[in-house]
């Protein structure tokens, strides 16, 4: 019987083999690995026989990590990066190529964006942006070839959906693959994969591991290309940590349960803040107010639209900074995902390279402030945040 993805998260990381049984794995620092003979360190590298040798091709905690990840995405295969960027970087560098054509979503992560429109220009592959909500905006961008077509399950930190499944059908037809960085969702919340996307990105440093104490990513993916990615991650030196994906294999134990709570605080604050006279416009895909609030219930898992919430403040800068300070236990910081609530400013953090016209037109001003929802009791939640509204209110 399939197990679902709760037992899959709960299930300890054990290696198999000749470990001591202990009900945990022990963390594998060692850089390189004995060998028998230079028969057996051949066939190990060629990965004809099972065992490892550098740790930059790969270790034994990385590979515990990249399992659980797959199963979670019910993916054919997974690797983990030293970064959600690294993931990215990981995919793009094995697919693309100097006179390929790149589509993205105009409302990706700010570093996304200039990985994708900047650096890969210098390289000779051609960025073009679109709107991905709009479908006749996509039809025209894929009216000529594409090798690649990256979008984000929720945008940020607008937090605007896709639609995999059509969008996946897009790229195929022109000629291309689907990368979506499900990072805001996680799969507790979406498994593109099985809506037809070719990659699936994750940042594991946010909520995958959920305590802001590791640096890791993880690409996953259909199909038998899972060589052609590894050799990539090694020769571009993309490995991971063992203590950091030893300590993601133990956060994503409680995955589930995290985001249970989180998911559901978040709608509640969204309610609120929705309600709120201090605030001017709030994004949650589980408002019924969201332009994306259908899709999101088509798409997303068990009712759950995820633990961001993304709300505007008059006044700008001044009001976002005074907010910050009223939310002297909710703390400022530029990014998300982690037990405990946080917040940030996109216009000064992830999005400070985006030009101003650009966010401007993706809705990012700078009273814009991003919530990430932590699992903190809903009660305490609320009064806390109403509390600090009304102190940016009566400050004026």
């Known amino acids: 019987m399939q197990k679902r993805l709760d037992e899959i998260c709960a299930e300890p990381c054990v290696l198999g083999g000749a470990e001591p049984a202990g009900h945990v794995a022990g963390i594998y620092p060692a850089s390189v690995y004995r060998c028998d003979d230079p028969d057996q360190a051949q066939r190990r590298l060629g990965e004809i026989d099972t065992g490892y040798v550098y740790q930059r091709d790969a270790h034994p905690n990385a590979d515990l990590l990249a399992e659980k990840c797959r199963r979670l995405h019910d993916a054919d295969w997974g690797l983990v990066t030293s970064s959600g960027m690294a993931a990215l970087s990981l995919a793009t560098l094995t697919l693309l190529e100097a006179g390929d054509r790149v589509v993205l979503s105009e409302g990706l992560y700010g570093r996304t964006t200039q990985q994708l429109v900047q650096q890969w220009s210098r390289l000779g592959v051609q960025a073009t942006l679109v709107d991905v909500a709009a479908p006749e905006k996509v039809a025209a961008a894929l009216s000529q070839p594409a090798k690649l077509v990256v979008v984000e399950t929720l945008t940020n930190p607008m937090l605007r959906v896709a639609s995999i499944a059509e969008l996946a059908n897009a790229a195929h037809t022109a000629g291309g693959q689907l990368l979506v960085d499900n990072t805001f969702a996680t799969p507790a919340v979406c498994h593109p994969l099985k809506l037809g996307a070719d990659l699936v990105l994750e940042s594991l440093s946010k909520m995958i591991n959920g305590h802001s104490d590791v640096m890791l990513g993880a690409l996953l993916g259909c199909g038998h290309d899972k060589a052609r990615y590894q050799d990539v991650l090694s020769v571009w030196g993309l490995a991971s940590s063992p203590f950091d994906a030893w300590l993601a294999c133990r956060g994503a134990q409680t995955l ?25 416009a709030v994004s949650y895909p589980g408002l019924s107010t969201h332009p994306d609030h259908e899709l999101a219930r088509r798409q997303f898992e068990q009712h759950r639209s995820g633990s961001i919430v993304t709300f505007d403040l008059p006044g700008g800068r001044p009001a976002a900074t005074a907010l910050m300070a009223a939310l002297q236990e909710v703390p400022f910081c530029p990014s998300l995902g982690e037990v405990s609530s946080t917040i940030s400013h996109p216009a000064s953090t992830s999005h400070r390279r985006v030009p101003l016209d650009q966010r401007a037109q993706l809705g990012i001003g700078e009273g814009t402030m991003r919530f990430s929802v932590g699992t903190e009791s809903s009660a305490w939640l609320l009064a806390t945040v109403d509390e600090a509204l009304k102190s940016v209110a009566a400050a004026g």
């Open 256 to 280: 589930h349960l995290r985001m249970e709570r989180a998911c559901g605080n978040a709608a509640s604050l969204a309610g609120m803040l929705e309600a709120h006279p201090v605030v001017t």
